[in-house]
């Protein structure tokens, strides 16, 4: 090979995609088989087959739905009412302007693991009838309603109905010896097959699990012995590690993103994820702009549509101006798409299909975009870092809080342009550098187009191109500025030539409304530096310790974070109304301080003293250990001194004296505390629905 020949790095790169893809199909396969629900690619199995329905005013009960649910634990209303929200026919039901009476009808088999007097309680709002065995079982709250079973599978049916109030149901039990709990999904089965299937496929999950570690251990084994195949792959692996580092955080950050999606946040948390969707439907399929408005009265009356959906008010409005439309347009292809593709619903042997019109833009669907630019955002994120100057491993660190944060998994599933906006900041930061360093005129076009594409998805899209202005001016870079500008001012003409084309008249008044009806004040900033996902807080420590470290960022090479930071931070304070400075303001900001909190952790790794662990451990660990350990835990004055013995004690000793032992016991305490930081955050997510509901509360 000549000096000047190219690294055959293709193909260890090869081998490193397939090695992903084995490994996605890999853990795929494993949740289907060990979920109840089935997961991506089995059909669900364990629980109860649920038939969901309203009543109407006939006293008729009318199919909505049917799902096989893994056990009968709703402690919180989301879950239950989904089934309609998601799942909701007008054309077949009516148009839903409150959320109907319902019923709902579970049937199944039981499985007792052995002959004994078996305790039985539901706690509910709303009505329910308990049968086993073709026998009622009268339960009372509070109380345990006793029956003697034989070991084996017995049918079981349990019919609920709620008509007013939020829907509550959870069917414990409790074994001979043991505690009451809710009936786990292993003991349920739809019927006497799956009951087989689902023995079978716990089977088959344990030995797919014990393939997997005995594969590992083997080619552990074989990678020691040089000369082989094995070593060899593994050797042309090694310069790829990045890569496989950021394929398996793009898996996590997927699984995390995805459970429960389309549940937390809440349906109509923030009725701008409808807004969104319905703007950009009727843009493709109307050919005008169709939304709800802020500002209705702007419009005359034969353009405004009011009425009430689930309970909840909205007034839309044609041609609908509120937010520039490109965000909603990507909306509007993905639920268009899933149009053609969504199945038809079969019930008591007749098959309705699902009409569809903006109404019909389900959080399901809406809700996997910005699932998507996320997750593009994950390796976005990791380059500029690298960029900022961080090393491979803070870059890394810093992808996986991007990947697992619970407040981050949160905000990227709304529905709102800001998930957009985050990656066009992102990129037009990149080319903007890359500009000053080469003077290539590709990332000068790069850059002036992705200013662009700003402009029509956010107002404060602005910021963008000042961020980028300020980079390529002192740099001496004034054909990148100049370009930047000229996009810029290119996109906003497209944009009033839009306006123009729909109602001129009508896009004045609101930009008047928005520019006269904001009440803005120093206490927006102070409202910046608290987490919230919508408008309650949630997250209480991780947000500020990420504010934290950006202020760390100072110190260090990545300090040029701070100036998106500062400058988005400010013209959202100065353009919000501090009454309703909602969460998702803060989306464009979590890339840059993910960045910061990847450089702040390495150093605290690397450190392992008091001053780097101990704002870590109290405001990002005890935040996580707060929602994922019990009440009676977090309530105890012992998780206190047990928190203080971990996050405190090792680093004062190490203070005191410096020594083999002292260094060493600090650095496997900084070790716990973020394996508690990374866990408890797992922990959270897994749990987030009943956690999420808990703190909504919070003032």
Known sequence: MSEGDPAPVAPGRRLAFALLAALCVYVILLDSLLRP??????????????????????????????????????????????????????????????????????????????????????????????????????????????????????????????????????????????SLEPIPSRHLAIDEAAAGAASRRRSLAWGLLAAGGVGALLVGGLARREGNRVSRHLLALWP????????????????????????????????????????????????????????????????????????????????????????????????????????????????????????????????????????????????????????????????????????????????????????LFMGAILAARRHISSGSARSAVVTGVLCGLSIWTKATGVAVLAVALLLLVPARRYRGALLAVGFAAGSFALYLVYAWALDFGIFVKIIDAQATTKLIGLE??????????????????????????????????????????????????????????????????????????????????????LFRVFPFALLAVSTGLLYALPASLTGSRWAVYLFALVALAPFLARLARESRWTILTARVATGLLFGAFLITSLSTIGGLLEIYAATRGVP
Not at 103 to 113: A, E, Q, T
Not at 296 to 319: E, L
Not at 554 to 562: A, D, I, N, S, V
Request: net charge neutral; with cysteine.
């Open 240 to 423: 790829q590690r990045t890569t496989l580092a950021l394929g398996g955080l793009l898996l996590l950050a997927a699984f995390l993103r995805l459970h429960d999606f389309d549940l937390v946040p809440f349906h109509n948390e923030t009725a701008d994820e409808y807004q969104h969707a319905w703007e950009g439907w009727s843009l493709l399929h109307v050919g005008a702009p169709m939304a709800w408005s802020t500002f209705p009265d702007r419009y005359p009356i034969n353009q405004t549509i009011d009425f009430h959906w689930f309970g909840n008010r909205y007034v839309v409005v044609r041609p609908y101006f509120d937010h520039p439309p490109l965000f909603s347009i990507l909306i509007g292809i993905v639920t268009s798409l899933a149009q053609a593709l969504l199945p038809s619903f079969g019930y008591g042997g007749a098959t309705y299909s699902v009409p569809w019109d903006f109404l019909s833009c389900t959080l399901t669907v809406m809700r996997l975009v910005p699932i998507a630019l996320s997750l593009f955002g994950l390796v976005l994120m990791y380059r500029l870092a690298r960029e900022y100057g961080l090393s491979e491993r803070a870059a890394l660190l810093g992808a996986l809080v991007y990947a697992t944060l619970p407040v981050i998994v949160l905000a990227h599933r709304l529905v709102k342009a800001e998930n957009l906006l985050s990656l």
């Open 524 to 609: 927006a900033l102070q409202d910046l530096v608290s987490g919230k996902i919508v408008t309650k807080y949630f997250g209480r420590g991780w947000y500020p310790w990420m504010l934290l470290c950006a202020a760390l960022a100072t110190f260090r090479r990545e300090r040029g974070l701070l100036l998106p930071l500062a400058v988005y931070g400010l013209l959202i304070a100065m353009t919000a109304d501090y009454r309703v400075i909602y969460g998702w303001y803060r989306i464009p900001l979590y890339p840059f301080l993910c960045v910061a909190a990847g450089g702040a952790l390495e150093d605290m790794l690397d450190g392992a003293d």
């Open 37 to 178: 629900s089935g997961g991506l690619l089995l059909r669900p199995v364990s629980g109860l087959r649920g038939k969901y329905l309203i009543v109407d005013e006939r006293g008729v009960e009318v199919p909505v739905h049917e799902r096989v649910d893994p056990r009968l634990d709703f402690p919180v209303p989301q879950r239950l009412d989904a089934a309609y929200i998601l799942h909701w026919d007008q054309r077949r039901l009516g148009f839903p302007a409150t959320m109907p009476p319902y019923s709902i009808h579970w049937s199944g088999l039981l499985d007792v693991p052995e002959t004994g007097d078996y305790g039985f309680s539901i706690d509910a709002q709303g009505q329910v009838r308990l049968t086993i065995d073709d026998s009622p079982l009268e339960t009372h709250p509070d109380m345990l309603t006793e029956r003697r079973l034989a070991a084996g599978r017995h049918p079981m049916t349990v019919d609920y109905s709620l008509s007013q109030g939020d829907a509550r149901l959870i069917l414990s039990w409790k074994r001979p010896g043991g």
